[in-house]
């Protein structure tokens, strides 16, 4: 479905990945783990091209390196960063509709709003108020919302559980895993391992730039070195 090689990409002079190299298969999720500052955000951002990347990026086998981001989501990545944009001042499903691609109708979709409704009930109890006053767990919802609504065959999700209550945590959790039972995969950037882990079919670790690591869950967990040096605090 995505394979990215020899994926390099600058910010300034500062060369930020480092030949970096991944896959997601169909209905997969891959979590891409790090300590902060190594490069993870970034390597979804040069996949979505929003930092210019050097190297391959095929998406069923097509190469994106040099495609504009919005070319890139119409091919079919969606991608939900961080920072949880939503547009504050429209309702939430003014926000729903808002990820809808350019003369597609929501019948098209394989993701309706009702089934987004019912993936996640808080969102149809907020559905016509304003999208400031929802919780830091129903906005990291709707934006994961959102892009689905774009029907995207990869979404790329940058640490969806960050400053969440454990409760919400495992509803994003359950979310993600019957995203992808519906046939998108899903490449999950996460700080949490014990999240990361329990979904994950594949992980890979990066630091200083590169993956120094890939495998299943269960090599991660038995691999102490690795998790000493390039995860734990």
């Known amino acids: 479905m995505l394979e990215v090689s020899d994926l390099h990409a600058y910010y300034g002079k500062s060369h930020i990945l480092q030949g970096v190299h991944l896959t997601v298969g169909e209905g997969e999720i891959v979590s891409l783990l790090g300590r902060n500052g190594v490069g993870r955000s970034t390597t979804c951002k040069a996949i979505m091209g929003e930092v210019p990347p050097s190297g391959s990026i095929r998406f069923r086998g097509e190469e994106l390196v040099g495609r504009k981001p919005y070319e890139i989501a119409q091919a079919g990545i969606g991608y939900v960063p961080e920072n949880r944009d939503i547009f504050p001042g429209?309702?939430?499903?003014?926000?729903?509709?808002?990820?809808?691609?350019?003369?597609?109708?929501?019948?098209?979709?394989?993701?309706?709003?009702?089934q987004m409704f019912d993936m996640f009930s808080n969102l149809r109890q907020r559905a016509d108020v304003e999208a400031s006053v929802l919780s830091g767990g129903e906005k990291q919802m709707l934006t994961i919302c959102r892009t689905l609504m774009g029907d995207p065959s990869v979404i790329m999700i940058d640490e969806p559980t960050e400053g969440l209550a454990p409760k919400i945590v495992q509803q994003v959790g359950e979310m993600l895993e019957q995203i992808a039972q519906r046939g998108v995969s899903i490449l999950l950037v996460e700080q949490k391992l014990t999240i990361a882990?329990?979904?994950?079919?594949?992980?890979?670790?990066?630091?200083?730039?590169?993956?120094?690591?890939?495998?299943d869950p269960a090599s991660l967990q038995e691999n102490e070195d690795i998790r000493r040096e390039w995860l734990e605090v």
Do not use: A, C
Not at 93 to 106: I, T, V
Not at 198 to 212: A, F, L, N, P, T
């Open 90 to 114: 429209m309702t939430t499903r003014q926000n729903l509709l808002l990820g809808l691609k350019p003369g597609q109708k929501e019948e098209d979709s394989r993701w309706s709003m009702e």
């Open 197 to 215: 882990l329990k979904i994950s079919s594949r992980v890979y670790v990066m630091g200083h730039g590169q993956v120094v690591f890939e495998g």
